[in-house]
């Protein structure tokens, strides 16, 4: 979850590397480092507990001149956050020099057996551990810096991703990874690590992407070799990074988040172009087309996921098996990886993520495929772990999310289960061609009602949002296809305002949260199903009679729901199957504008991180 940085050219590194964690904030800021190699050959070491901004101001006025370096922006996992557990993390004699993104979980075992041959350490961290390993095995060998980094991956257990520096040798980095990501790009006279693309994007757009248990030796003079662990030589396979720098800007908008939330229309018909054509009838996905027959003729498909793309994969739970009649099991990925699951060839296991790094589904994923079962990948970062995993899959191209709480990747997800779904369907015949057609019209209908719901219905969320403001507790209610947008409503107001909030099926209120209905409990009710209609009034009336406050989200020109509650919040009308799409942006702007208003720092919440490559 940590986010790194490097750099070795002709250029300053400060500059880049400072540049360079700014952008990988998203993936943690509890604390900040960087460590140069100055003109003198020794290093120079910065770093700061908070965000960049604080490393920074810790650094001011110092001239820093380099051009190699390495930088780091943390997600604390071992040791809380402060100025000594930051990373960079020195060797015992201060030779080496490194930053690790990931979990060693046999360092306590190492620990004790490298206190007994001599070393001590200042910190309280895995990472400190692994970089003193490194030293005992080059000294004790009188090793180059890649095999002594070689030999002691291959000792540790857990995940890693690595950048390290050796004093005595000035004109070479040395990266690797497992589990967690890390990039090699490539410039001119000049390399770059990475975490992802963000950082570099401006300077290369020439891409090696490490795989698991793969070493990286970059040298000054342009020579770049891959290796695995096992030490076999490798061909490095250079790939164009797809990113725009204007996408990773702010645009004008106060925070990141804002901008997402205001991109889905355009990034909701990215996810569609050229997939569907309602004109013609069709949906094409690659994947779905290369994999038809399994597809088809699957006993049943599991979804595994954690956090927002669990609520995608639960949507998809609804749209599979109504349209395509398959039975679907939806699975926290963290549960599904530690039990002992059923699995046969006849499943297809969907993993969903955004950045495709997350480390529980990842391996949910790898246990699936070592059972048999055909493995379909949906994710938005390109050339990531899940989609290089995985058999087949489909890009949602929602662009760089920047801000911690999913938007933008949520409703892409949603878009590519649903054209899988009525694609599987309409193969199958559980879906008849008029109902087909139907649906692919109103899907290409979305993007223009998503832009037209944004630009109506701010303010009036921006008034319910001062008026639930200063809430301790919220409850959301859905029922069919929106119960999985009440959970995810509820999640995205906990994730950024810190209010406590809970997701449940409308008739589910009944058994339990009733009880918490008072006056100063508000109830968003998601009540734009056609059917169950009459129910979701019912639940309705039995939260006004306990005095809750009720936010309903109606259907435009509902005339039932509307006096019933406090405030409504009209979207445009659409097949139910489609709903989830546009029913969830009201929740979205709630709970930004509600956290807005408390102070809450949007883009990067207390505690969180965007990318969890870690378990």
Request: aromatic residues 6%; charged residues 25%; glycine residues 8%.
């Amino acid at each position: 979850m940590c986010g790194i940085v490097a750099y070795i050219g002709k250029q300053e590194a400060f500059p880049i590397l400072t540049k360079g964690l700014q952008r990988l904030e998203y993936r943690g800021y509890d604390s900040a480092g960087i460590a140069l190699r100055n003109g003198q050959g020794e290093f120079e070491m910065f770093k700061k507990k908070g965000k960049v901004a604080d490393l920074l101001a810790h650094v001011n006025g110092k001239k820093l001149t380099a051009n190699m370096g390495i930088g780091h922006t943390r997600w604390a996992t071992h040791g809380p956050p402060n100025d000594v557990n930051a990373h960079p993390h020195f060797s015992g004699n201060n030779r080496l020099v490194m930053v690790h993104n990931g979990i060693i979980e046999n360092y306590e075992a190492l620990k004790v057996a490298l206190e007994e041959a001599g070393h001590t350490f200042q910190s309280d961290t895995d990472t400190e551990v692994l970089v003193h390993l490194i030293e005992e095995l080059q000294k004790r060998e009188n090793l180059p810096l890649e095999e002594a980094v070689r030999i002691a991956l291959s000792k540790v257990v857990g995940a890693y991703a690595i950048v390290i520096m050796d004093r005595e040798d000035p004109d070479k980095l040395v990266g690797a990874r497992k589990g967690s990501p890390l990039l090699v790009g490539i410039g001119d006279g000049e390399f770059f690590f990475a975490s992802d693309g963000t950082p570099i994007v401006e300077h290369t757009r020439r891409v090696v992407y490490l795989d698991d248990e793969q070493i990286a030796v970059v040298t000054r003079d342009g020579n770049l070799q891959i290796k695995t662990i096992e030490n076999e030589q490798l061909s490095p396979f250079v790939e164009q990074l797809d990113l725009q720098i204007e996408s990773i800007e702010k645009d004008g908008y106060d925070y990141f988040m804002l901008k997402e939330i205001h991109e889905q229309p355009h990034t909701v018909a990215d996810a569609m172009r050229g997939r569907i054509n309602a004109k013609e009838g069709w949906i094409r996905l690659g994947g779905v087309e290369e994999y038809t027959n399994r597809l088809l003729q699957a006993n049943r498909y599991i979804m595994v996921a954690c956090g927002t793309s669990w609520h995608a994969a639960m949507l998809g739970e609804y749209l599979f098996e109504e349209l395509a009649r398959i039975p679907v099991e939806v699975e926290y990925a963290s549960e599904f990886r530690y039990r002992n699951p059923i699995l046969t060839e006849k499943d297809v296991v969907l993993g969903l993520s955004q950045s495709g790094e997350t480390a529980d589904t990842l391996a949910a994923l790898q246990l699936a495929k070592e059972r048999g079962a055909l493995l379909y990948g949906i994710v938005n970062v390109v050339g990531s772990s899940i989609a290089r995993l995985t058999n087949a899959g489909s890009y949602i191209h929602a662009g760089p999310e920047i801000g911690v709480a999913s938007t933008k990747a949520f409703t892409g997800q949603v878009v590519l289960l649903t054209l899988m779904a009525m694609s599987i369907g309409y193969k199958k015949g559980t879906i008849s061609k008029s109902y087909f057609h139907r649906l692919l019209s109103a899907l290409e209908e979305i993007p223009a009602k998503m832009e037209s719901l944004l630009s109506q219905c701010e303010e009036q969320v921006r008034y319910i949002a001062a008026e639930m403001k200063n809430a301790t507790n919220a409850l959301y209610l859905g029922r069919g296809y929106n119960f999985p947008i009440a959970l995810e409503g509820a999640l995205k107001l906990k994730e950024i305002s810190y209010i406590h909030a809970e997701g449940y099926p409308a008739a589910e209120m009944k058994h339990g949260p009733i009880a918490l209905i008072d006056k100063n409990m508000p109830v968003i009710v998601i009540a734009t199903n056609k059917s169950a209609y009459e129910k979701i009034v019912s639940n309705i009336q039995e939260v006004k009679a306990r005095e809750g406050r009720i936010i309903a989200v109606v259907t435009e020109g509902d005339k039932t729901i509307s006096p019933l509650a406090d405030y409504t919040i009209e979207i445009p009308e659409t097949e139910e199957v489609l709903t989830p799409l546009l029913s969830v942006i009201p929740l979205q702007l709630l709970s930004y504008h509600i956290a807005v208003m408390r102070n809450c720092n949007v883009d990067q919440p207390r505690n969180l991180a965007k990318s969890v490559t870690v378990e």
